[in-house]
């Protein structure tokens, strides 16, 4: 695609549910990153995956949070027994590889909000 | 912990003058350095990036990194309103994850 994508745009649920975030990186793009950005503050990295393969999980705030990219595209960021705490936006951004260079690009976001 | 610093702003300036935008960082084997600008509700855009000592110039923009001193900043000339903003300070190191600050909000005055 010409850009990265995520859906859905907003999601609004209740506490304790489940929701699953989904992002589609730039066709080809070697790394995926998930970030959650608060009001008024840079994206708090979450975690990121090159290709298939979760490189770096220490940014997820408890085990509620979880994230998959099976084949090395699609990215979905998955959090079990929503808290109204999990709201904010919450930003996927691709890059093409994963060296120095590894410019990313950021898609539009997901506005989740937990009543 | 690695932290990237930013002074929040709001930074003023007159329109055509040069803002000027730092950050500054704490993991001394930081590699990369990354502006991004973010418009309020929309996504951070990457405006420049600069992997070595001294000056990158991309038109109006110039990036200045100085690795001893742990030190990036950005030069915008001529500021124009349409650069009000806010800017993102990114470092990273190869093989790990991006660090963001916290941004320094951006107005440029008619």
């Known amino acids: 695609g010409a850009g990265v994508s995520q859906s859905p745009r907003y999601k609004v649920t209740k506490r304790g549910q489940d929701v699953a975030l989904r992002c589609d990186p730039i066709?080809?793009?070697?790394?995926l990153y998930w970030y959650r950005q608060a009001l008024g503050q840079g994206p708090e990295f979450l975690t990121y995956f090159n290709y298939e393969a979760q490189q770096d999980k220490s940014g997820l705030p408890n085990d509620r949070f979880s994230a998959e990219r099976p084949e090395g595209s699609i990215s979905t960021l998955t959090i079990q027994r929503t808290e109204q705490r999990d709201s904010a936006m919450y930003r996927c951004?691709?890059?093409?590889?994963?060296?120095?260079?590894?410019?990313?690009?950021f898609g539009p976001g997901t506005r989740l909000t937990v009543l | 912990q690695k932290e990237v610093e930013q002074n929040s702003g709001p930074l003023s300036v007159p329109e055509g003058a040069i803002a000027s935008l730092n950050c500054t960082y704490s993991d001394r084997g930081s590699q990369s350095f990354f502006w991004y600008r973010q418009y309020s509700g929309k996504s951070p855009e990457l405006i420049m990036s600069i992997y070595s000592n001294g000056d990158k110039e991309d038109g109006r923009f110039t990036a200045q990194l100085n690795k001893a001193s742990q030190y990036v900043s950005l030069l915008i000339r001529d500021s124009q309103p349409s650069d009000s903003a806010t800017y993102l300070c990114a470092v990273k190191v190869y093989g790990q994850n991006f660090v963001f600050g916290p941004g320094t909000r951006l107005s440029v005055l008619p």
């Open positions: 951004a691709s890059s093409n590889s994963g060296g120095l260079d590894n410019e990313q690009f």
């Open positions: 066709s080809g793009h070697v790394s």
